[in-house]
């Protein structure tokens, strides 16, 4: 069965960058949010330490230090336009969510309080600074418990539990998308004037990761097989510090607070790496650093395989009451106390700088070189502006979704205000349909659960924190192959009501189209910068690679890679130490 | 020395697991019945993965809602072994067996594992939770302030994933599904208590209502099901007391 809806603006995904826009769009014009989770469900959720903005509440700050932290962090990639946009926009950005009832902890005299984050440093590298503004450590939860909580206060509309599986594209203008309700097994054609996505990552092709199950890059898959192009895919983040063997996340505010990263010898290793900011360093670099103790036979453990994040010295007030959720993690998931020992941690897959290439205004491109997917937008993890380059700062995602889901639902209910409902084909679901249908038949005794784990352990062993042009072209064999054997698996469930063996099929087949274009984007790269490290080319090769890559999928499934110049401004790329 | 929870993971012996599974599929069954299974998992494993072999290796049909797998969405609420928890939130080796896995109680059962979650978001919903100013009130052109110490006064209420868990383990709630149930009154302390709200006596009179807080008989099983630690009974009493003496 297929219904049909008409919106003016549809939002896919309600996240923090889902909500955020609709919350603008909402005001404007009619407007749908179509998620396959409820909204609080969304991993906004799991975010933990806090939104930098430079407030200045607790020491001299300003948005121009940020920018620049920003843009060294992201290795001079991130479009340095966007950076301006999005450090400016911060200020306004964290006094609009106090100002909707976000609870941040406070000053002695009643300010946002502020406290230390990876790579955020006064006067361009001189020290760390005080600039993230939290709640507790779980400053993405409020986030997205506050703009729920608006959402529903401004009567937005919500379709929980809607799976999109196509987006409409007439003459390359966007009409709407297609949604599966999960709870009956009915098509849903939601016809719009303009659609957002903000789907979120796609972490779960890695073993060891923070994401969510969910997070399956539904969105950036939809828009991949559409023959538009994604941007940036090698650049994948891994966070210094997820649990050992779960990956689940422990905030940097641990480190900001003043945890210290050890090795087997109780060695500060960081020192080595960053003598300025040590364990404050960027991600990327902290996690490399993690790899290569390991690697060198310094890790901890029986089998010296994982680093201690050491909370010891911290004060246990501080530990128990600004950072309560992990030390809970620790404990319930390791059987470790942090107020007593060090926490087993690994680098964990956290963040995709890359994704659905977009402006500053959230508009989507369709192509390297400059044109518009007329009516589409997206804003969030699974959009690439670019605002983190080559590796995300600590705090800067819920800045992004926050100012770019906010750009992202002005525009588009600009653009629907300014246009009539695009035609569209009289059967628009027809494909998805037979699909649908295929999905049941023929198949060998095959089970997806097995092409899924061996993904994820192929992307963690060949494709993760250091890559080799030998390790990313095992990694594209296996992937299509992996292909193949997806292509022969069959749902073996045919009930229309919560069926959601369908649903999971659909994300691993998406998963897989992440997974080779970020492994065939990773092996063109034939430099190190940011998440992308090649220790067959380990050094940053500015007069080559200053540039995006934009990979997209021809007709018969070849995929092509194209580049586009960095938007440069004010920095000029300088050796990134720390 | 006793064995602590990395040494276990890293000994990594998969043990037997049996599990008692409550399913119902609306378009095969006609009553709820248990199925038994056995998968193997490891002692610190969560139930989560438990329920995931089931699903992906012996019986796909399984229907369960999920998400972040570590107790921050919320996705997952379910009665364990008799009692409300997150199934990625308890441990394999927490757990007496067989395990026995039911959808949590007082709200429609879609299939499987899966509840439908309406009613649970309209009671959230009646206690209109979101912050209420006053309309002349002029928007100030920074933050607010609020001092750490009326900060710390609704802390507790804030960290409600709103799982569902704490409501549906309210005998109250399970006989009488008009009542908003203990979630909608932790979200409306959440804000009745926050200094810069001004919703606080709309919110007490709502509560006051028949379907409201003094429906609740302290039976403390909302406190002891919130996987988030939240005094819930504690805060249901605060709203009462308030709603007594209006005393904001």
């Known amino acids: 069965m297929i219904r049909t809806h008409e919106y003016d603006a549809v939002i896919v995904g309600a996240g923090g960058a889902g909500l955020r826009a609709a919350l603008e769009a909402g005001k404007r014009c009619k407007t749908a949010v179509v998620s396959k989770l409820y909204p609080t469900r969304s991993h906004t959720g799991a975010a933990q330490g806090g939104m930098c903005a430079a407030l200045a509440n607790v020491e001299e700050d300003s948005w121009e230090w940020h920018a620049f932290d920003t843009v060294k962090g992201g290795d001079f990639l991130a479009d340095q336009d966007a950076v301006d946009v999005m450090c400016k926009e911060a200020v306004d950005s964290v006094l609009e969510l106090e100002r909707m009832g976000l609870p941040f902890n406070r000053t002695p005299d009643g300010r946002i309080d502020q406290r230390r984050f990876g790579g955020h440093t006064r006067n361009h590298g001189e020290a760390p600074v005080k600039r993230a503004c939290y709640a507790a450590d779980r400053t993405g939860h409020m986030i997205l418990q506050t703009l729920y909580q608006q959402c529903n206060k401004e009567g937005v509309e919500f379709f929980s539990e809607f799976f999109v599986l196509d987006l409409i594209l007439v003459d390359g203008v966007c009409g709407g998308i297609i949604a599966y309700e999960i709870a009956t097994g009915d098509l849903h054609v939601f016809r719009s004037k303009s659609v957002l996505f903000a789907t979120g990552g796609y972490g779960k092709m890695f073993k060891i990761t923070s994401n969510a199950h969910t997070l399956t890059g539904d969105g950036p898959g939809v828009v991949f097989r559409r023959g538009l192009p994604l941007e940036d895919m090698e650049f994948f983040q891994f966070h210094p510090t997820g649990l050992y063997g779960l990956g689940i996340l422990l905030s940097e505010a641990a480190r900001g607070e003043g945890g210290i990263l050890r090795n087997a010898d109780g060695e500060r290793f960081m020192e080595r790496y960053a003598p300025t900011i040590k364990d404050l360093a960027p991600r990327d670099m902290v996690s490399r650093a993690e790899f290569f103790e390991i690697k060198e036979g310094r890790g901890a453990g029986p089998n010296r395989d994982y680093i201690l994040l050491d909370l010891t010295d911290v004060d246990p007030q501080v530990v128990e009451t600004k950072l309560p959720d992990i030390t809970e993690f620790a404990r319930t998931y390791l059987d470790v106390d942090p107020l007593k020992e060090g926490v087993p941690i690994v680098p964990t897959a956290h963040y995709a700088m890359g994704g659905i290439p977009t402006d500053i205004t959230g508009a989507v491109r369709a192509d390297h070189a400059g044109a518009l997917v007329p009516g589409f937008y997206a804003a969030g993890e699974c959009a690439c502006v670019s605002v983190h380059g080559a590796n995300r700062l600590g705090t800067n995602s819920l800045l992004d979704i926050v100012v770019f889901g906010r750009r992202g639902g002005l525009a588009m209910a600009e653009h629907a205000n300014a246009t009539k409902l695009p035609d569209i084909p009289e059967e628009p679901a027809k494909h998805i349909e037979t699909m649908l249908a295929n999905l049941f038949e023929g198949g060998g005794p095959e089970y997806s659960a097995d092409v899924r784990t061996r993904l994820q352990a192929v992307m963690m062993d060949k494709a993760s924190v250091v890559r080799t042009e030998e390790s990313l072209s095992e990694a594209l064999t296996e992937v299509q192959e992996l292909r193949r054997r997806y292509d022969q698996c069959r749902v073996r469930d045919r009930s229309k009501v919560y069926n959601t063996e369908v ?53 018969d499934g070849e995929l092509q890679l194209a580049y586009r110049d960095v938007t440069m401004g004010r920095y000029i790329p300088v050796e990134r130490k720390y | 020395m006793a064995m602590d929870g990395k040494d276990m993971q890293l000994a990594a012996t998969e043990i037997d697991v049996r599990l008692r599974l409550l399913r119902f599929n609306p378009e095969r069954d006609t009553e709820p019945h248990f199925e038994e299974y056995t998968v193997k998992a490891q002692p610190m494993e969560r139930l989560l993965d438990c329920l995931h072999k089931i699903k992906w290796y012996q019986d ?125 009154i932790v979200n409306a302390h959440r804000f009745i208590f926050d200094s810069r709200d001004r919703g606080g006596r709309e919110r007490l009179e709502i509560l006051s209502l028949k379907d409201g807080a003094f429906k609740c008989r302290t039976a403390f099983n909302c406190t002891y099901a919130c996987p988030r630690g939240i005094k819930v009974t504690k805060a249901i009493q605060e709203v009462k007391q308030a709603a007594l003496f209006k005393s904001l």
């Not at chain 1, 092996?523 to 080319?537: F, I, K, L, V, W």
């Not at chain 2, 072994?81 to 959808?103: F, H, M, R, S, W």
């Open chain 2, 60 to 184: 796909s049909s399984l229907a369960l809602r999920r998400s972040c797998a570590h107790g921050i969405c919320g996705s997952d609420a379910m009665v364990i072994n008799g009692e409300n928890a997150l199934a990625c939130k308890v441990l394999v080796k927490d757990l007496k067996q067989p395990i026995t896995v039911e959808p949590i109680r007082g709200l429609p059962v879609m299939k499987d594992l899966i509840v439908d979650m309406d009613p649970f978001f309209q009671g959230y919903l009646a206690v209109k939770p979101w912050l209420i100013t006053d309309d002349h009130e002029r928007e100030p052109d920074r933050e607010r302030l609020q001092s750490p110490e009326d900060r710390a006064r609704y802390d507790d209420t804030t960290k409600c994933i709103l799982c569902a868990a704490c409501t549906t383990s309210c005998p109250i709630f399970w006989a009488d599904e008009e009542y908003v149930g203990p979630a909608a």
């Open chain 1, 503 to 555: 649903t999971e099929h659909i994300e691993l087949g998406y998963l897989i189209d992440m997974a080779e274009a970020l492994v065939v984007s990773a092996r063109a790269r034939t430099e190190s910068r940011g998440g992308h490290y090649r220790e067959d080319h380990q050094l940053r090769e500015d007069d080559h690679w200053l540039k995006h890559s934009f990979i997209t999928k021809t007709g």
